[in-house]
């Protein structure tokens, strides 16, 4: 079974408008983390946002959110008033506990935001 | 600039040869791996190292050997190349327990 299921492959939104990137994970592990990645044309991965299966509250970095659901195992990626530079894939990824030592990320296969003017 | 630097970016083998691709962090990062990533596959993890000395197989290790003899490098060597290798390799790395990897920006090897 997948671990890590990303539905969209392609997604467009208009500028300035919010978009959300659909993500659902698979474990038995209790603890876990789950994380999401933007790899523009250029190809670097960066890193952009990151949950615990801990957490109380969902995570927010500028404009990124985490939109985390754990019954549902859905982590989706809301970004607010979109800029042209958002154009790249989206990578959602976990860690579980056990998979700790090897620092093991599970990745999904991608979605490809393009913003449009 | 500190980072995670990867070499070559671009390399075209034949099947059958052997290269190295070089990785080198300057952060004193733990955890050093390396992923390749294959259209529709996402990132898939191949080899890690925690710490010099240390390294261990990772999902897909088969026809990848690796070495970790300091903190700072952390080659992956392909022994024969084959046309299934052809892929773009990023190596990342992290602290102990961080949440984030750092990667490098990708080495596109093709495999003819």
């Known amino acids: 079974a997948q671990k890590i299921t990303q539905t969209q492959p392609g997604m467009f939104v208009q500028e300035k408008e919010a978009v959300t990137l659909d993500c659902t994970y698979d474990t038995s592990d209790p603890s876990y983390g789950l994380f999401w990645y933007k790899q523009p044309s250029s190809g670097e991965m960066i890193f952009l946002i990151y949950q615990g299966s801990y957490d109380q509250q969902n995570a927010t970095e500028g404009r990124y959110s985490l939109n985390f659901q754990k019954a549902r195992k859905s982590a989706n990626l809301v970004i607010s008033a979109s800029q042209l530079g958002d154009s790249a894939m989206y990578f959602c990824a976990m860690r579980e506990a056990v998979r700790f030592r090897s620092n093991q990320f599970y990745f999904g296969t991608g979605t490809s935001l393009t913003v449009i003017p | 600039n500190a980072g995670v630097t990867q070499t070559p970016k671009f390399q075209v083998l034949k099947t059958g040869q052997s290269m190295t691709l070089q990785c080198a962090q300057d952060m004193n990062h733990e955890y050093m791996s390396w992923y390749r990533q294959d259209p529709g596959m996402g990132l898939r993890l191949i080899h890690y190292?925690?710490?010099?000395?240390?390294?261990d197989q990772g999902e897909v290790p088969n026809g990848y050997n690796v070495s970790r003899s300091t903190t700072e490098d952390f080659p992956l060597r392909l022994l024969s190349a084959a046309p299934s290798q052809t892929s773009v390799y990023f190596c990342a790395s992290s602290p102990l327990g961080h949440h984030g990897y750092t990667f490098g920006s990708g080495t596109r090897l093709t495999v003819v």
């Open positions: 190292s925690v710490g010099a000395g240390i390294t």
